[in-house]
């Protein structure tokens, strides 16, 4: 029963670097998601996406970029890390009505990345 | 704007009641959800109002006020496990969540 996994857990990477990470769910969820956590502040929105082929930005999407090849898979790409983005990060899925989010989250585990 | 405000910390006893508030102000409301994220992990749903009135699920009751922009959650019998943050969260006009920043609930025995 995997629900949501994310890799990797995670991650350290210096400043300009780029990398991927991996997100994928099993339970046929047309709406999924990416968000990062910092302190003190509420999970912000980055990308989200509400079926295979169709992307769109959240509230925070610059220096990230996403595809949905699949209905499983929605990696998230970090194009030139830079230490503002060091952050725990969520994929979350859910099922979507109509092509909205319905709201109730499933969540992977969280991708902790730090950045140099 | 959009804004979710709730406590930032809230301590109570094992045993005891305790009631987490949250007010919101979004640009339409199709919902408000609360959550539960123990620390290093995922946040975990717990409850959806949409229409005014109380929700009872076993220990956990949550409560909406649409006119006041006004939720809380109630955490009956509280257990050590339930030291955890709660996120209140409301669905905007654009079906996207809006969260707030979290409380973190601290039990003491």
């Known amino acids: 029963n995997a629900g949501v996994t994310q890799t990797p857990k995670f991650q350290v990477l210096k400043t300009g670097q780029s990398m991927t990470l991996q997100c994928a769910q099993d339970?046929?969820?047309?709406?999924m998601s990416w968000y990062r956590q910092d302190p003190g502040m509420g999970l912000r929105l980055i990308h989200y996406?509400?079926?295979?082929?169709?992307?769109d930005q959240g509230e925070v999407p610059n220096g990230y970029n996403v595809s949905r090849s699949t209905t499983e898979d929605f990696p998230l790409r970090l194009l030139s890390a830079a230490p503002s983005q060091t952050s725990v990060y969520f994929c979350?899925?859910?099922?979507?009505?109509?092509?909205?989010?319905?709201?109730?989250?499933?969540f992977g585990e969280g991708s902790r990345l730090t950045v140099l | 704007g959009q804004n979710i405000d709730q406590p930032t910390e809230m301590t109570a006893t094992e045993g005891a009641i305790v009631q987490i508030n949250c007010t919101y102000q979004?640009?339409?409301?199709?919902?408000l959800f609360w959550y539960q994220q123990h620390a290093g992990e995922a946040p975990t749903f717990l409850s959806y109002?949409?229409l005014d009135g109380l929700e009872e699920k076993g220990r956990f009751s949550s409560f909406l006020s649409r006119s006041k922009g006004y939720s809380y959650l109630l955490l009956k019998e509280l257990q050590m496990k339930d030291s955890a943050s709660y996120l209140c969260?409301?669905?905007?006009?654009?079906?996207?969540?809006?969260w707030g920043a979290g409380t973190k609930l601290i039990i003491k025995p």
């Open positions: 979350a899925s859910s099922y979507s009505n109509s092509g909205v989010n319905t709201g109730e989250l499933f």
């Open positions: 969260a409301v669905t905007d006009s654009n079906y996207q969540l809006i």
């Open positions: 339970m046929n969820h047309e709406y």
């Open positions: 109002n949409v």
């Open positions: 979004t640009s339409g409301f199709n919902g």
């Open positions: 996406s509400v079926g295979a082929g169709i992307t």
